[in-house]
Each structure stands twice: as structure tokens, then as C-alpha cells.
């Protein structure tokens, strides 16, 4: 096995450098291999890459930041050049350690949030470790950033392939030297300035001085902490047209003043004008309308009848949440406090599951609908009806309660072409499962009500033991629809709870027989559900084994 064989299967454990604490021993099981390995390379940007990191094996005293540092870049180099299989960096190599480099900053980025966020509220003792690798962090991205800046500059410099120039000119006349000296001589006399140049002027300068603050502006967004694109309020005050006060924290505003929203402190609003002298107001440049509804309402309330997020919806959530918790690293202990942030902790992981939950609810309402929409579709093609709406169209309509239209067809189906009763209670049954979809409940009330000459309640019936019911294979898109009905399969844990489910249409019989093969639980359960009703069918108690 090469050198180079052998460093790339040792990356795995190198990269525990990352993770290493200031000021503590750093260890590593490779560092005899690496050891040896700097001694039998040849002089390379490898060899200089080993050298550096194996340094910090020498810091038996504790590693500092820098020597951390330039290990865990010197481990960067080492990985681009180990996967590449190369000893030197070539052009390539070079746009692949960019390309690595910019992948560990923003892992580390997200690493230095969670601590900075975790560092609000840990204990005393806990604090100054996680400072310590908070500073390595910051310390890492920054050198990150300077390898970045200096393999560009090293790529501008690489060698380029000439270009030669597409026509070739000859050599201008005297006569033509001499018009093109007059015409110089004629430009270096300055022009009349009139009094309409000057207008023009002035307007110009007008225009460039807005692209120079936009350009500004720019350059000040790149620097922004938050997903909202913070940039500083320079203005000495601001008349806000509306004013809209922050729920999780009441001491801070969200101003608006036509297209722009600013945000600062409420106590620094008086008589409808904003007093900036403490510079303390930003404007938040790229926010959206979900946004500001996140920051200043509580929509977990039972005023509000949520249903499951849009992804403008997902996104304004996204940008409150990094909008508030940057918010709080940099002002609790000032203007806000540790229980003001553990509260809209609290709410946002309410918030966050009940996004869980309607989009678990809306998959489920789905694989309900699913084979009732599969019905309508071939009930309306066998009777050559034009139907010009998609299958999930019609899925999200039924889902939606908007069926008028799927009701109407059918009808016309019955009135012009049903005679057989045993077709027309069929259809009538379709209806009645689109038209009370919505109403789970509807079907478990009908079947509650026992029928005239029928006792409500009826004999248990005792299966031999052993008994597995057969379930019918059918191949796909011919399995029969049942009523309101989809499958699952369930597995349940020691205290018969349920710890995953999964649903399954009736044309999807064999892939769930399959799994529920495969599944391994403590209880297997699979059956179908119908009008809200759970009826099983296999099931395996006490452990897993396969029926065959």
C-alpha cells in the first residue's frame, strides 16, 4: 500500500483535530502512522502539509488556538490532496480546496450558532469551555477565509493559454496619423458647457450618488448575521407610518415607513418619532409579509385554524427563528433576559411540532384520498368522460372539500347510464365517500347504528391459535377499492405502543406485504383502515417472524 493509500484511510481519524479543545493535549491513534508517513514522502505540498499538522503532537502542554489552527487547515490540505491522489496542488486541486475550504465554514458557522445559542443558558462551569471553542471556531472560519483569498490569487496567477487577436490591422497611412492628431488636438480644447449640460450634470451626479448608497448597502447585507439582511440606520430619527410590537420580546418594534420595516427600541418611541441617536435602529432589507406575522403573533392560538405550511410560510418561520435567537445573543443580559429567551424556546419548538403535525396529517388525509380519487378516475375513463384534471389535482380536491364538480359527473353517470342496482349502489357509495370526506367521522356514526332486525352487539368470534388471515395479492392498479380504505402497517414496541406506521393504497399490496416481511419490531401489525376504523389482519405478537 502507497504512502498516500495510507493517509487517505488515516482522513477519518485526523479529522478529530477540528474538535480539539484549547489549552488540552491533543491525541490521536494515527499519530505514529502520520509520523512515519512525514519521513517517506518526498518533498511535496503533501509532505508540508503532514509536517504542519503532525506539529501539534508536540504540544504536550496544552495546544492553543493557533496551533489548532493550523493543524485543522493543514488536515483541509491533506484531504483535497489525499483524494485527488496527489502529492503537489495542481489547478484543479486548487478550485477543489476553495470548494473544501467554504464547506468547512459553513459547517463551522453552524457549530459557532449552536454554542453561542447554547452559551445563553448553560451553567457557570460550562461557559468558559464553550468560549474556548467558540474562539477556535471563529479562529478556524478566519483562517479558512485567508487560505480561500490566497489559493484564488494563486489560481489568477497560474499560466493562461494565449489568445491571438481575431483580425490583423495594418499600419495606419501618414494621412490618417495626421486627421487622428487633429482630432486629439480638437478634444483637449474643453467644450462649451451650456446651460442644459449643466442639468444634465447635476441630475447624473444625483443618480450616481443613489448607486453609490445602494452599492453601500450592498456591501453592508454581505455582512449581515441573520437571514433578514440587517444593515445600520445612519438617520438621526424615523416618522414609522406603523408601528408593531415585538411578541417575544415587548421592549423592542418592528417599524414600518411605506416599503421599509425597521426594527428597534420601543422606548425610544415618542410622540410617533423615533429617536436614533443611540444608533441603535436597523432595517431589515429582506423580509416578508410571514415574517413580521411570526414576530408579532401568536398563531398557536385557538383564534387561529392553522393548516400545514406553505413554503413562503416555512421560509418566514426560518427567518424569525434566526432573526430572534441572533437577537438574544446579542442583547440578553442588557435588554433582554434568559427568561424571555427560555419562553420563546418554549414556543418555537410548540411551533415547530405543529408544522410536524399538519404535515403529517396532510400525508395522511392524501393516502386517504388517494384511492378514492383512483376510483373516480376510472369510473369517469370507463364511461368516456373527459376529465381534464391530474390525479393529485383531483386528490387535493377531495382533500379540499371542493368536489361539486367530481359530485356533478358522477351524477350525470348515474342518470344517464347506471341501470344495474348493484352498480348503482356502488357509484352512490363513490358519492357518499367524496361528498363526506372531510367528515372522518361520518362513516364510524353510520356503522355504530344497528339495522333493523340486527342485535348492536355480536358474538367475539375465537381464532384458532396460529391463525393468520390470507390477504389477496393482486397486481398493481387492479387491487379493488374497498370503501373509504387505505393499509398500514404498524409496529408496536414492549408496551403495545405505536413507534411507526406506514400507509399504503390497495394498488401497493405487494410492496406492503413485502415490508411487512422485512420489518423488524417487537409487534407487527398490518391492516386496513376504513372509515377511521383500524381492522387487522396479519399480525406478529411477542417478536418478529415471517409468515409465509
Known sequence: MTEQAIIKQSLNGMAQIINAIPGETYANKEAETLLIMQHRLPESDLKKQIEIYNAIFAKQG???????????????????LSEAELLDFDAKSLRDLIKECRVNIDKTKNILRLSKTHLLTAVDFQKERIEKIAKKNEAFIEALSEVIADTEQKIERLPKPLELPEKEFDFADEANAEEEQSKEKAADVPPKVTVTDRIHKFISSGSK?????????????EEASTRCKEIPYYEKSLVPTEVLICKDFECYSLLKKRENVYFGLSKNLKNKVYDNKDESLIELTEITDEFLQFMTTDILTDEFELH?????????????????????ENHIGTTLTVAEYLAFKRYYNRLVREVMRLEADKHRAYYRALPVAEQYMEIMASYDM??????????????????????????????????????????SLLIERIRYFVDESHFAKKDMVPQAGQSAEKPMQVLPTGFIPQVPMYQPGAAPFIGNMYFTLQCLDENRHIVDEAYFATANMPQAMEDYRSRDAYIKRFGLVQDGRFVPLLSSEGGTYDEE
Open 62 to 80: 496544552g495546544a492553543s488556538i493557533s496551533d489548532i489552527t493550523d493543524s485543522a487547515i493543514a488536515y483541509v490540505k491533506i484531504k483535497v
Open 209 to 221: 450618488r443613489r448607486e453609490v448608497e445602494a452599492h453601500l448597502k450592498d456591501v453592508e447585507k
Open 308 to 328: 400545514a405550511f406553505t413554503e413562503a410560510e416555512k421560509l418566514g418561520m426560518q427567518m424569525y427563528f434566526s432573526f430572534v435567537s441572533k437577537c438574544f
Open 386 to 427: 373527459v376529465q381534464s384534471e391530474s390525479k393529485r389535482e383531483v386528490v387535493e380536491g377531495i382533500i379540499a372539500g371542493e368536489s361539486e364538480g367530481y359530485l356533478g359527473n358522477l351524477g350525470l353517470i348515474m342518470e344517464h347510464h347506471i341501470v344495474d342496482e348493484d352498480a348503482k349502489a356502488d357509484l
